[in-house]
């Protein structure tokens, strides 16, 4: 079986060391060619275009920065992409885009799953993401030799676009859950509550998430904030959420206040910071005050 991937860059790459590491052959295509540079390094083929990586490939993989550029990429290959081919886009994007491009997929010959990933870039490099997976379940099962070397956890959540659907309902909580253990943290702190102490009991109790599990002991009391996911990945994301709220006419009343800290509000801090850096947004510093 022979793998394509399309996208070389944080995730991409450590996809493509664990497929490399498994002895699959892969060829890469990105357009930056620093990020080819590493793809050589680690013994995978490099392709000179999209077009030449799908002609060649059994399955390929997209990890792509958003929506958009799924379809930038996938529209000038479909008439390159193999018969039988699998195309699984593990890119955060939107479930209409992935049934446009299934839709696609059964017009030319090949078939498209979208498998949205959890974990960020540490996860990527370990082989320990957790993909939300939708398409058609013929296609995710010869898919699993694969998955098991790129994923601790998969999950199938239902049809074309489910996977996508499911990931921005899970970034949405978590960029939700983010504002609101911080608020935690803070109310604990003005009680005389030590962080790690308030954590350890929020942990023990209903109030738990991965945020205070995780983000909070991982990147954010340590003053780490290098988990290799940025405000402007995490801001797209809560946008997204709200697009498709709107487009399937559902109210988020109650995530709208936070969404508008992502969006509006924290705008002190920059695009680029660790998107755990929301976590310093103070209501009295984005007003000036």
């Not at 599990?213 to 402007?232: A, C, H, Q, Y």
């Not at 487009?247 to 969006?263: K, N, Q, S, T």
Request: net charge negative; hydrophobic share 45%.
């Amino acid at each position: 079986m022979e793998i394509g991937l399309i996208g070389c860059g944080n995730m991409g790459g450590g996809m493509a060391r664990q497929l490399i590491a498994a002895g699959y052959p892969l060829v890469c295509f990105d357009p930056a060619g620093e990020a080819l540079d590493r793809m050589r390094a680690i013994g995978a083929q490099v392709a000179l275009t999209s077009a030449a990586l799908a002609q060649k490939a059994d399955v390929i993989l997209l990890s792509l920065p958003n929506a958009a550029v799924v379809k930038q990429v996938m529209e000038p290959i479909r008439s390159d992409i193999r018969s039988g081919t699998i195309v699984l886009d593990t890119s955060t994007s939107e479930p209409t885009t992935s049934q446009t491009m299934a839709a696609m997929g059964q017009d030319n010959g090949f078939v498209f799953v979208d498998g949205p990933v959890s974990g960020g870039p540490a996860a990527a490099e370990a082989g320990t993401m957790t993909m939300l997976l939708g398409g058609d379940i013929r296609a995710i099962e010869a898919l699993r030799p694969v998955l098991d070397v790129l994923t601790a956890k998969t999950v199938v959540v239902g049809g074309s676009g489910a996977g996508h659907a499911a990931k921005i309902a899970n970034n949405m909580l978590c960029a939700a859950n983010l504002v609101l253990v911080a608020e935690a943290v803070r109310l604990g702190q003005a009680a005389g509550v030590r962080a790690e102490d308030l954590l350890e009991g929020i942990n023990a109790g209903s109030g738990r998430s991965a945020v205070s599990e995780v983000n909070f002991p991982k990147w954010i009391l340590n003053d780490r904030f290098d988990s290799g996911f940025t405000m402007g990945l995490m801001r797209k994301d809560v946008g997204l959420a709200l697009d498709l709220a709107e487009g399937l006419g559902v109210d988020l009343a109650g995530f709208a206040g936070l969404a508008d800290i992502w969006l509006n509000r924290s705008d002190k801090i920059a695009d680029t910071a660790d998107f755990n850096a929301i976590t310093k947004y103070r209501p009295t510093e984005a007003r000036g005050d």
